[in-house]
Structures are given as structure tokens and as C-alpha cells.
């Protein structure tokens, strides 16, 4: 079975402050990741995912996060936020030798709240 | 433009009576999902179907029931024997053996 830990369920910090958003998986088969944004009263959106090749992946809004086997970790950041950035931040997994419907499992969630 | 349509956005039931969400989707996906949010558990899987007429239960399936009639719809029932049915519900949909989710823009069901 597979789990996602986020560690904050609220991040609150400053408009053009850096953020790390943190995420633990445990998982004994390969896996594959994701970060999902969420606006109030709306649906998830992608932000970017870490399927195989370079560990670090990007978004196109300044977000990157890093896939790190030996911690089981996939932490998410920005150098620098922007109002628009509040929002609810959910990460999940899957596994790769999952076939037909991947079944995605999530975190608890992570409130992130830019102050001016 | 292609997407997932969750109607009623707002949707208010009394005790015990049934209530059916409805998800429908043009992107041409195989798969879909239900999935129920609710605050500080971040989401849990309620029901998915691969193909037309099979659906398999998911985490949380007791007292919701699904069918799958046709490709671009999935709607979801809220039984009467859902204790506690008030929450945030999100249906998605995939291709198979493909790692893209697109969400709906959810269901905010609450017993009154």
C-alpha cells in the first residue's frame, strides 16, 4: 500500500518570500508523483509531476519540486510568491506497474497563505 | 473545449434520503474516478470505473453506489446509508495507463 504525508497542513508567508511545501511518500514498489494545486471551491489542477529522468521537475509558474529516493521525499518550492499563489496544495502517488486506471493517492493537504 | 462537468455545484439533501451527483465528461477518457474531500483529510478515493458497465469500490465506497452506462458519464449516488455525507465531492477522469487526471469542478453536498 502506498501513503503520502504532508507535513504542514498550513504554510502562511510573505509575498516574495521563498516557501517549501513538504511531502513524504512511503511506498515498496516504484512510484511515480505528483503535485495538484487547488483554488477555493474548484478542482485540482496539475502543477507538474515527476514520472522518470531528472528529478527535478518545473512548473511554468515558478514552482519546482525534487524527487529524493533516499528520503522518500518530494518537496515542492518557489524562490519567490506572489498573492496568487493562496491556495490549497495537494501531493500524491501512483505506481507505474499499476495498469488501467491509475489510482492516485493524496496527502492531506497543504494550505498556503501569501501575506502582503 | 474538452473538460469534466460536475452539476449541481451546490447541492443541500435532508436525512435520509438518496441523492445522485452527476459527472460527465467529452474528452474521450476511459477512466473515471470519484473521489470526497473533506477538510484536513485531503482526498479519498470513493469509486472508479475503467470501461463501460465495471466499476471497482474504492477506499471509502459504503454507502455510495456508481454505474457506468455510457463512456462520458459517472454518476454517483449518496445513499441513505452514508453516515456522514456532507463534503466536497471531485470526479475525474484519465486515459488508461496514463498519468494525466482531470478534475471537475466538484460537488459541495450538504445534509440539512
Known amino acids: 500500500a502506498q501513503s503520502v504525508t504532508q507535513l504542514d497542513s498550513q504554510v502562511p508567508v510573505f509575498e516574495e518570500a521563498p516557501v517549501e511545501l513538504r511531502c513524504n511518500y512511503s511506498?515498496?514498489?516504484?512510484?511515480?508523483l505528483f503535485w495538484y494545486v487547488q483554488y477555493p471551491n474548484q478542482g485540482l489542477q496539475l502543477l507538474l509531476k515527476?514520472?522518470?529522468?531528472?528529478?527535478l521537475v518545473e512548473s511554468i509558474n515558478g514552482f519546482e519540486a525534487e524527487f529524493n529516493k533516499s528520503q522518500t521525499s518530494f518537496h515542492l518550492r518557489k524562490p519567490s510568491v506572489h498573492i496568487s499563489d493562496t491556495a490549497e496544495y495537494f501531493c500524491?502517488?501512483?505506481?507505474?506497474?499499476?495498469?488501467?486506471?491509475?489510482?492516485?493517492?493524496f496527502g492531506q493537504g497543504t494550505r498556503l497563505t501569501i501575506n502582503p | 473545449d474538452g473538460g469534466i462537468t460536475q452539476s449541481p455545484k451546490y447541492l443541500f439533501r435532508k436525512e435520509g434520503q438518496n441523492v445522485t451527483l452527476s459527472c460527465e465528461q467529452n474528452?474521450?477518457?476511459?477512466?473515471m474516478y470519484w473521489y470526497r474531500q473533506d477538510p484536513g483529510q485531503g482526498l479519498r478515493l470513493i469509486y472508479y470505473?475503467?470501461?463501460?458497465?465495471?466499476?471497482q469500490k474504492g477506499d471509502i465506497a459504503e454507502g455510495y453506489s456508481v454505474s457506468r452506462e455510457k463512456k462520458e458519464s459517472f454518476p454517483l449516488t449518496v445513499t441513505s446509508a452514508q453516515k456522514n455525507p456532507t463534503a466536497f465531492y471531485l470526479c475525474?477522469?484519465?486515459?488508461?495507463?496514463?498519468?494525466?487526471?482531470?478534475f471537475g469542478s466538484g460537488t459541495r453536498l450538504t445534509v440539512v
Open positions: 475525474a477522469s484519465s486515459m488508461l495507463n496514463n498519468y494525466g487526471y482531470t
Open positions: 511506498s515498496s514498489v516504484s512510484v511515480y
Open positions: 515527476y514520472l522518470s529522468g531528472s528529478t
Open positions: 500524491a502517488v501512483t505506481s507505474p506497474r499499476t495498469q488501467g486506471a491509475q489510482k492516485l493517492v
Open positions: 474528452l474521450n477518457h476511459d477512466a
Open positions: 470505473s475503467q470501461i463501460v458497465n465495471d466499476f
